[in-house]
Each structure stands twice: as C-alpha cells, then as structure tokens.
C-alpha cells in the first residue's frame, strides 16, 4: 500500500541550494588561493569574500539540514507529526459539519482533522506557490487516499481573500502559514479566516505569533473577546509540547502557539 507523503518544511531543494552554493564559494577560494591570476589588493578581497561566503554558506546549511531531520515525517524527531497532531487535537467537528483549513500544504493538517471526526468534512487549501513548490493539490488527494481518509477536498485559495461566504464553516484550522505571508497587517488575515466561521464555530491557528509579526496579540484577543468570542486563549506550543524552548529559539520557531476560540 502506498504511504502518505507529506514531504517536509524544509524544501530538500533550499539544503540542495545551500550545500551547492557553499561548494562554489569554496571553489573560488581556493582557486583564489591556489592560483597566480590575481594578486595584491583585489586578491586579498576575492579570498575574503569567498572565505565568508564558504563560512556562512556552511553554516546555513547546516542549519537547513538540521531542520529537514527534525521536520522529517519518518526521522526520529518527527516535529512536523506531533505539531500537526496538536493542532488537530483542538478541533472537534459536529456530525455532518464542515472544516476550513488555510494553507492546507500537503494536506497533513487537512487529513488530521477529518480522521478524527469522521462524519464531518475538511476542506483544504492551498495557494500552492514556488517555495514550495512540491506541494500540490494532487500530492494533497494522494495523501488522503494513501491514508483511506475520503471526507476530505482540496481546491486552490488565498488566505488574504478567502472565497467563501460568511460563516460557511463549523471550524477554521491552520498552522503555520500567516507568518510567511508578506504583508503589513497579520492580524487581518486571521480576521478574514474567522470571517468565514460560524457563530458557534471554533478555531485553531497555530504560527509564530511574535510582536514583530503580528504585533499586540494580547489586544487582539481581546478585541475578538469585545465582538463576542468566547474562550479565546492562547497555548503556548514552546514549552516543551511539542517543541522544547531551546529548541524552539534556533529553529526561529520561537513565539509560536495555537489560538484557540469560540466565535
């Protein structure tokens, strides 16, 4: 039977990218070093350019490396699995209810969701853009299907503009995907995703909710609180469950948690 291939946050092809861009640099040093074709002062530029970017090349994809083991799926650490099982464990979906997750991916956070409330169903999506440009839809529905899951879709969408009408859906899901979003005001995005929830409807959006990407997340709350949500909180995902602190800071994962909530 074929396995779910939920591939990795780490593109291979950026650790591909960094290790090949770290050979050329060491190439040029050393034929900087070893060759005649330059001397004096430019020489001694090109070596120190080339060194640096040798150094930083190295460390870069060290860095990326480390992180495709511990994102990896069938690694030991399987970060990715126990991120996308939490996320999903704050999700419960009535009978014959429908999910709506944002920057679905491979469909990992989609498929969590509609196991656990198999009488409901999940629609994923995705913009499905060149960074990851191994991610796709049918990479999505091969997942569902490699794992016998059927009350799941996907279709393409932007999360900055959701096509759905008002309250369409019993709950709205997400992880890690509003961060990486280049845009001024975070904090609108998530308003458009509650946008299309249902009164009585709840969410679970897991990113990395730091001040400088989303700014006061604390007043955010409570503006979602004055409009008339209901339990809103936030879960801290670094302290050990399922990222550790350390952990959490040299992975730049730091500030992420889930926000949770009741409209």
């Not at 503006?223 to 959490?248: F, Q």
Request: a positive charge; glycine letters at 10%.
């Amino acid at each position: 039977m074929t396995r779910a291939n939920y591939k990795n946050w780490m593109p291979k092809g950026m650790v591909v990218a960094g290790a090949c861009g770290t050979g050329a640099f060491l190439a040029l040093y050393l034929f900087f070093r070893l060759s005649g074709v330059l001397s004096g002062h430019w020489r001694m530029i090109l070596l120190a350019l080339s060194l640096a970017g040798t150094v930083v090349g190295a460390v870069s994809t060290l860095w990326m490396t480390i992180l495709y083991r511990r994102f990896s799926y069938d690694g030991k650490r399987q970060l990715s699995r126990r991120i996308i099982e939490e996320v999903a464990s704050h999700v419960d979906l009535p009978e014959g209810g429908e999910a709506l997750d944002v920057g679905c991916g491979s469909g990992a956070l989609t498929i969590a969701c509609a196991k656990r409330s198999p009488g409901a169903r999940v629609l994923g999506v995705d913009r499905w853009g060149k960074e990851y440009a191994s991610f796709n839809r049918p990479l999505c529905e091969s997942n569902a299907q490699a794992e016998g899951v059927s009350n799941v879709s996907f279709a393409r969408g932007d999360a900055t503009h959701l096509e759905f009408e008002d309250e369409r859906f019993d709950a709205v899901v997400s992880n890690y995907v509003y961060h990486n979003i280049p845009v001024r005001d975070r904090q609108e995005i998530l308003m458009e995703t509650l946008r299309v929830l249902k009164k009585g409807g709840t969410f679970a959006l897991h990113d990395i909710f730091s001040k400088a990407k989303y700014g006061d997340m604390e007043a955010f709350m409570q503006k979602l609180r004055d409009l008339g949500y209901e339990e809103v909180r936030m879960i801290d995902t670094t302290k050990g469950n399922p990222i550790g602190p350390s952990e959490a800071m040299w992975m730049g994962l730091s500030g992420s948690a889930i926000l949770l909530g009741k409209k």
